[in-house]
């Protein structure tokens, strides 16, 4: 009896932060980004095992989809035109992965093309009734024009590489950032999202976290470097710094309603009707 009415302490977290104003909700935010920073800095000595873990994360976000395709038999709720915006940017990765360094990050990049490609066979294919293609309805242009126009006027300034391949590491880095618009605003026009593309998404929304925090130690631990006072490359790092923020922020949102609905015990994940 004494039972019944018992809620967790994190429940009970998240329903007092529900209460809270829009203002209070926001430093909230603030403030246990900044934590999870701290905590990571302190944790984690070579940040770049924060890409590893992203890129990682990426491809788990991935195994649940093609888990929920194999076995559902249905792709409702996902959006095909983000799992091609995906594919770009990865198949551009891959390349300029191999051409500049050739590691572990190729290999995951390479697994992760390969996860998301079979995924858009299945969605064009075998499953193409279950596609919802009135609600994916964002156009494609939108997205890649402005980081490619971006991409042209704005890249890395590595003598070693060739002009094109500069642009085009710049152009992956900008269409990754805001690839996921297209199942955001699918998400937006359904309301109602089921576990396996909300587990995904939320996959995605850690990783994006993680390359986020990534750069964000990365311009602490070398503010005054030589990098970062070359004239050359004055707007490449902070663009790919903004990239990765307008990702993790973009994302901060339905990662909140995801982690409420989880810690009620809701299977589907309800989003708020945009105003």
Known sequence: MGQKGYQSP???????????SKKVKIVLFIITVITLLVT???AVHDHNYFFVMAEAIHLIGLLVLIYKLTTLKTCSG???????LTVIFLAVRVYCSFIMEGDIHTVLDLITLVATLWIIYMMKFKLKTSYMADLD????????????????????TV????????????????????????????????????????HYV?????????????WIIQVYDNVGSPIFLDERSFLWIPMVFLAEMVQTFILADFCYYYVKSVMSGQLIIRLPVPV
């Open 10 to 20: 994190v429940k009970k977290l998240l329903s007092w932060v529900q209460k809270q």
């Open 40 to 42: 990571l800095k302190l």
């Open 78 to 84: 996902l959006s095909l035109k983000t799992q091609m």
């Open 137 to 156: 309805n964002m156009s494609l242009y939108y997205v890649i024009i402005p980081a490619a126009v971006l991409a042209f006027f704005v890249h890395p």
């Open 159 to 198: 003598k070693s590489y060739i002009l094109i391949n500069r642009m085009l590491w710049a152009f992956c880095v900008y269409l990754e950032s805001i690839s996921v618009l297209p199942q955001l605003r699918l998400m937006q026009n359904v309301q109602i999202l089921e576990p396996f593309s909300a």
């Open 202 to 214: 939320f996959a995605l929304g850690i990783a994006r976290f993680l390359g986020c925090a990534h």
